[in-house]
């Protein structure tokens, strides 16, 4: 019998690999175990006996959380009333209130359980699950600090934030003590963001006051039988406990603010209290920090910055030493900005910044003038965006080495200091009050300028006249005219401005010079100086001295006033 034609038979030898061909069949492989795994880990979960209509609703708002986008939460620093009352509605009674009486709930810490998005285990291999199972009012704090606070605090490359930050959300979901930790911060952070009399300020302050006294107790357990070096996770969770955030500041400068202000999350901590119980838990974690060798021997590098942050922050708010020495790791940072591409506005700068030290004595105190120079500079190319400048979160890495250096140099130990000690003290005292103006501001409510002008006052009380040649006394009295001048700047609005313009003014009658606007900023721009915050400040304390020495005088002053926003 004849083969029919029409019908054949094509065999192919075809070798099927068992893994993916393409990305997007490696993401459905995924999700496919992730749906097996959460199958699975349901149905042998044992569930309790409840009654369905009221857990139906809970079910619902805490999916219609994780479906949350992120445009709910408002920006940094801008607390608007809409996206807070959202999230204060998801927690808020329906039973009507009497007219008066507060609409918000007690904080209710029983319903807080924080577990992955995928079964029941505490590690996620795909990174990608994020803390589910919290009050929309926690998620929702928890997210703002997320995406707004703790990545700036590490003052790292953006780059690398991503890695930081699910480091973080693993940390949340393998220790229940870390969890408390972030909730106690976050709430002093969110708390900030709302001004008195704000119904959300109520819950906030007692899910600060709870997760951390949570955080604190977890803590004492930890360390109550446990020898040896402190485990990192609870050195973290102490540090971020005590400091959460400042309160609110409702204060708007007229000056304007040096970029460096909100750097690191700087401004978030101006007004924080530094009361007697913070500065024993300070103390507490110094003790065990040493148990780790001090900062040294905290492996987390990005933590480290946030560490040396809360160090400066009490130092120059109280004026004493820093608790830490500074990390042998970041000693490179005293020698930054040697490398510095410079425009014709940043060169013209850098041949004149800091030359007026020259006949300052003290080596120490030198080196860091001359960092401080060079900072600067990387701040004018940062803030006037050229070309290869210098990031914000380098410029703070490098400004923190700055303050903590300045805040290591101790004043002279006798009452009457010599010559040399006392223009030592002069300018340190200065410098300070620089930095809290350009590179290290706490702002005007940290109230950390009137003493700084009041120190500054007594120290130039007690200088005696310049020795030496005519032309070191001159190099001298200028130096304590740019000193004078950033006292002045200081004592704006306190006892001490009178006496400080009544100085200038005495200045300038034995100098004509520093009559013309001008001629007296070149004299400034000698020491360290920058017009963008300095210019406007000063211009009301030279007018003010200026018209003490001449009523009428009109001639010699510049024809134009330097606006808010600066020559730069």
């Keep these: 019998m004849a083969a029919d034609r029409r019908k054949q038979f094509l065999f192919l030898n075809q070798s099927f690999s068992s893994g993916p061909h393409s990305q997007r069949e490696k993401e459905l492989q995924d999700a496919d175990r992730r749906a097996h795994a959460a199958r699975h880990s349901r149905s042998k979960r044992a569930i309790p006996p409840t009654d369905n209509a009221a857990l139906a609703p809970k079910s619902r708002l805490l999916k219609k959380t994780s479906r949350q986008s992120v445009e709910e939460v408002p920006p940094d620093d801008l607390p608007s009333a809409k996206p807070s009352r959202k999230r204060f509605l998801a927690v808020r009674s329906r039973t009507p209130t009497a007219e008066g009486h507060s609409s918000a709930l007690p904080y209710d810490a029983g319903s807080l359980a924080a577990m992955p998005s995928i079964g029941q285990g505490n590690y996620d291999p795909f990174d990608t699950a994020s803390v589910a199972g919290l009050p929309p009012f926690i998620h929702g704090i928890l997210d703002y600090c997320f995406r707004n606070v703790w990545p700036t605090l590490s003052c790292s490359d953006p780059q690398t934030e991503a890695r930081l930050a699910v480091t973080r959300r693993q940390a949340i979901r393998e220790h229940s003590f870390m969890l408390h930790a972030y909730i106690a911060n976050a709430a002093g952070h969110n708390l ?205 890495r490098v400004r923190n080495a700055i303050q903590h250096k300045l805040c290591c140099l101790d004043p002279p130990t006798d009452l009457v200091p010599s010559h040399d000690d006392s223009v030592y003290n002069i300018v340190r005292l200065a410098a300070l009050i620089y930095s809290d103006l350009v590179l290290f501001p706490l702002g005007d409510s940290a109230s950390i300028k009137p003493r700084l002008a009041y120190d500054l006052r007594k120290a130039l009380e007690l200088h005696s006249a310049g020795h030496g040649s005519p032309h070191e006394a001159e190099a001298e009295a200028e130096l304590m005219i740019w000193c004078t001048t950033m006292g002045a700047i200081a004592a704006c609005g306190t006892v001490h401005q009178e006496w400080f313009v009544e100085r200038l003014t005495q200045a300038q009658r034995e100098d004509e010079r520093l009559l013309n606007w001008i001629l007296f900023q070149t004299v400034m721009s000698h020491y360290l100086w920058w017009d963008y915050v300095l210019q406007p400040r000063c211009w009301d304390i030279w007018s003010e001295a200026t018209q003490m020495v001449q009523p009428d005088y009109t001639g010699s002053r510049s024809a134009e006033t330097p606006s808010t926003v600066g020559s730069q």
């Excluded at 604190?216 to 973290?236: F, N």
């Excluded at 913070?278 to 065990?288: A, K, M, P, T, V």
């Excluded at 060798?293 to 004493?320: K, P, T, Y």
């Design 192 to 396: 900030r963001l709302h001004p008195p009399g704000d119904p959300a300020r109520t819950l906030l302050t007692q899910a600060r006051s709870y997760h951390e006294r949570k955080t604190l107790e977890a803590v004492s357990d930890l360390l109550r039988d446990h020898t040896g070096p402190v485990p990192e996770g609870v050195l973290l969770a102490l540090f971020i406990t005590i400091f959460p955030a400042g309160d609110y500041d409702a204060y708007v400068c007229k000056y304007p603010a040096s970029p460096l202000a909100t750097a690191q999350s700087l401004h978030r901590y101006a007004n924080l209290d530094v009361t007697p119980g913070r500065i024993q838990q300070i103390q507490r974690l110094s003790r065990l920090l040493e148990t780790r060798g001090g900062v040294d021997g905290v492996s987390q590098r990005e933590w480290v910055h946030a560490v040396i942050l809360a160090d400066m922050f009490v130092a120059s708010r109280l004026g004493v030493r820093p608790v830490w020495g500074w990390p042998t790791p970041l000693r490179y940072l005293f020698d930054a900005f040697h490398d510095l591409v410079l425009d014709p506005h940043a060169f013209q700068l850098s041949r004149v910044l800091g030359q007026g030290f020259s006949c300052l004595r003290h080596r120490e105190l030198l080196q860091i003038l001359m960092l401080s120079c060079r900072a600067t500079l990387a701040l004018d190319l940062h803030h006037r965006k050229v070309d290869a400048a210098p990031q914000i979160w380098e410029i703070a």
